[in-house]
């Protein structure tokens, strides 16, 4: 009895091009696609396209016509969808022009809005020019950004710095509502901090992709950068990325990224601030530890906007870590080297009162 013939779309590994071919078994097709595509029949086998699976006789009796199948060479191997997505990455990275030159043929006559979405956002992210820093070099980007930045990276260190700026003068703003027995010591510390941060530059190098120290920065040599996740995770579980040095969009779309205090700023670290200046006694506060969660990515995190969690942290300071180790009182002046001046060393430096 002759087999029923059923029709099927047949590819090959390394084309995306398609062939209706027709076929009552496993043996009858292995047989027409080998010598369709021409490659030999030993060592050949067929399997499914969205996940790879190896077709057996008993398998392929259980397929709907029309089933898409890719035809494999001796050596040749299949991933589903994922070797067609890894042959367009290897294109998106060799062949960028030409492949938004193709997006943007294509655009032009798309009508479903997802396909358009898809493809505006493929000519989205070829559409750059990221190695270029000076403002001639990349106009376009510069565009809304004052003609004082000559460069990408100097206004990027700048975005950065007005960040941190913003949260000292939060710490600043703090001061009314701190216990009057406490205010001198806590304008002291805010002095202390602003004096860290100019030598610190505002922590700058954070989105500068030309800072040489790695640990330095939140982002690759290019300017990439990676979403850290929300406060409670260990990473970003959407991966989100972005190069904000990559065209105008992205550079807009990155102001909308937050650097995340973990223990919250207004809710925990700036109270416990200043309850600890007013309630210390005879101890030192610690402010170099409040600096840190503050300032630093000891306690900042790089977050896309979906990953900003706006809920209650409930996390706290560190208890043991509020004010300094108590050390013995040193015999002479030299011997309190490194620690905050006194009044009687220093009577110029910024002093921590003794509250009434």
Known sequence: MAELLRPFRLR???????????????????RKGCRLLQLPLSGSRLCLYEDGTELTESYFRTLPPQTELVLLGPGESWRGCASDIERFLVAFCSQGDAVVAAARR???D????????????????????????????????FEGVESRFKSKSSYMRYSCQSRIRSYLREVSNFLPKVHPTGREAYRSIIDLMAERL???????SYFDRREEEEAARLCTT??????????????????????????RESRIFFSTWNLDHII???????????????????REVNWEYFYQLLFTVENLKLVHIACHKKTNHNLSCDKSRIYRTQQAEPRCPRAAAGRLPSRRILSKQPQLATPD
């Open 222 to 247: 290019e300017g990439w950068f990676s979403c850290q996740g929300p406060f409670d995770c260990a990473a970003c579980p959407s991966k989100h990325s972005i190069n904000p040095y990559s065209n």
């Open 106 to 108: 294509l655009l032009a």
């Open 198 to 204: 100019k030598a610190a530059k505002y922590n700058g």
């Open 264 to 282: 919250e700023k207004k809710r925990a670290v700036v109270p416990t601030l200043a309850e600890a200046v007013t309630t210390r006694g005879r």
């Open 110 to 141: 798309e009508r479903a809005p997802r396909r358009q979405k898809l493809l505006a956002d493929l000519i989205h992210n070829l559409s750059h020019n990221i190695l270029a820093e000076g403002r001639e070099e990349d106009k376009s980007w």
């Open 12 to 30: 090959g590994c390394g084309s995306p091009q398609k062939f209706g071919v027709a076929a009552g078994s496993l043996r009858g097709l292995l």
